[in-house]
């Protein structure tokens, strides 16, 4: 189900081929239209925090992983000597 651009007489879903003027839908089918439309925009909400979540994780595993590497690091001096006693 796509929804078409709105025209004059509303917006035009397209069920398998076929255009369809959502005020032409019964009560039931447009609460139904209602809950994809709604859902829809939640997905989309939802996968765009998603994609933000996941980059700024591996922005910061970035930033953890290169602490450890830095020579300075008091942490893994001590690491380093308590491994090399």
């Not at 989309?44 to 595993?61: R, T």
């Amino acid at each position: 189900m796509v929804e078409k651009n709105k025209k004059e007489d509303g917006p035009v879903v397209s069920v398998e081929g076929k255009e369809i003027p959502v005020r032409d839908l019964d009560e039931h089918q447009r609460y139904l239209y209602h809950q994809i439309e709604d859902l829809s925009r939640k997905q989309y909400v939802a996968q765009s925090e998603l994609d933000q979540i996941n980059g700024s994780l591996v922005y910061f595993k970035n930033l953890f992983i290169n602490s450890t590497k830095k020579d300075d690091n008091p942490v893994v001096k001590s690491k380093v000597k308590t491994l090399e006693n």
